[in-house]
């Protein structure tokens, strides 16, 4: 099986324009995904896919296999979509630019799991350890089977715990799972693209995985160690600044 990884790269994102380029620690955010990715084993190809001539010559500049893509794209797995008759592989890995710490453990497990599934994407999931991140609407929630495949995401807390009244003691009754935004697409799934119509879960919870749950298509997971942290605001280009420089420290001491 070949495994090609793409990075969708947007510029104009809404909240945070431009952050893909702007610096951590002495590197573009891009770059930093581009390097964590670049550097895992068994991975076949790995493409930069960007709306902007200055996102692709940052991109060309460190290295990167550069596609362009339209600036229209709605979302990563869309502008994947745009330029799949220039992507290579069987399984398809959508890592988006801005995810500088997402657990690079997930991709070696999501790859394994497609080989032995007849599941239709992967994703990773991670375990709540507190209510204050569960309830953040931010933070999107998945709900899963016996056989651990997804039953549906949204951003409200799920399973409702109803014979609890206290929220803060949910964690008590229940396990409560987290969805990181990182997805791997059997080729046959990004072909068929075009022909799924939007549903109505997907534009009131406003989450593209919806579309294929809608669409009868099967997700199933695989455990990610840690939330992952990606990049959204000044704010966290900040924190992920910090992070990186107290890693160092600690490498260091």
Known sequence: MEVTICIPARLKSVRFPGKVLANLAGKSVLQH???????LPNVGDVVVLCDSKVVRVAAENFGAR???TAEACSS???????ALDR?????????QGD?????????????AKCGGSDAHIFTPIYKFDSMEDALDPSRVKVVLGHDGRALYFSRSVIPFVRDEKNVDKWLQHTDLYGHVGIYGF??????????????KLESVEKLEQLRF???????????????SF?????????????LIANQLHNFNA
């Open 186 to 199: 059997r080729r046959t799934v990004l072909e068929n693209y075009h022909n799924l119509a939007p549903g």
């Open 99 to 111: 995810e500088v710490f997402f657990d690079a453990t997930v991709i070696r497990k999501m790859v």
């Open 87 to 95: 992507i290579s592989g069987d399984f398809i890995i959508n890592v």
């Open 76 to 82: 990563g797995t869309e502008r994947i979509v745009s």
């Open 33 to 39: 995904v581009f390097d964590r990715v670049a550097s």
């Open 213 to 227: 749950l809608e669409s009868g298509y099967a997700i199933d997971t695989v455990r990610a160690s840690q939330p």
């Open 230 to 242: 990606g990049i959204d605001t000044p704010a966290d280009l900040a924190k992920a600044n910090t």
């Open 66 to 68: 550069v596609i362009d």
